[in-house]
């Protein structure tokens, strides 16, 4: 680390962050200042990994998305984003953002204590689908996903299935096939929140690989538009492209 970069009033905010006590506007003014300083972004991924592993043995089946209150949980849902790496460094560049499309999706399957279905049997297909994923084979993983299908009654176990096939798609860099199935899983137009903002999130981000840039900003605005953990990142991807 670099001494003159050390700023101890911007680490006590990022460390309130995480801690998920700060307000809205709190929570603005402090993305202002990290989202295009390089020290401080690797700063508050470091904070936001080192919490997931502090309340990773406490509990051992949920990440950060069980929270109670509303804003706690909209700053967990942001850090998990941070630590996965969903959020790529940004330039300032001269009047306008500069974004790029996410690299990857982390594969690791979430489920929230609100609203998600109990049943197991869809997230048990998932982590199969995700374990062939890992190993490398992805034909087997897709055909996991299609096969199953049929077995799964819900629309919102459909739709978890095929946004993990768009997801194993997305990393492997066949971003028209990933944008295929994210969108199958959108037709299904459940009442899930998390799911549906997810979905365009992905969708709005392998349209920016394809540079279809109008379906990326239009995808996006719907992300933005649901108002959860990828409100404020999905913002400055639309502000970045409105002017491609």
Known sequence: M??????????????????GNLNEQEIDELWSEVIFDDYYYDYMKTVASLKGLADGEKKSNIRFL????????????????????????????????????INSIELDYYRSAEGFTESTDVSEIIMSVISEANRGNIA??????????????SKEGKAELLATAGSIYYNEGMYLEATEYFERS???????????EQNYWYLGNAYF????????????????????????????????????
């Open 2 to 19: 670099i001494e003159s970069n050390i700023n101890n009033e911007l680490e006590k905010k990022i460390d309130q962050y995480v801690g």
């Open 66 to 101: 069980n929270r109670s209150s509303t804003l706690q949980w909209l700053a967990a849902a942001a850090i998990v984003i941070i630590a996965s790496g969903l959020i790529l460094f940004n330039v300032y560049d001269e009047q306008q953002y500069n974004v790029q499309p």
């Open 140 to 153: 087997s993983a897709i055909s996991i996903v299609e096969n199953s299908l049929s077995e799964i009654s």
């Open 186 to 196: 959108l037709d299904y137009e459940i009442e899930n929140v998390i799911i549906q």
């Open 209 to 244: 690989q394809l540079n279809r840039i109008e379906e990326a900003r239009n995808t996006l605005e719907k992300a933005y538009q649901l108002n959860g953990a990828y409100s404020r990142v999905a913002e400055r991807y639309i502000q970045a492209l409105a002017s491609e």
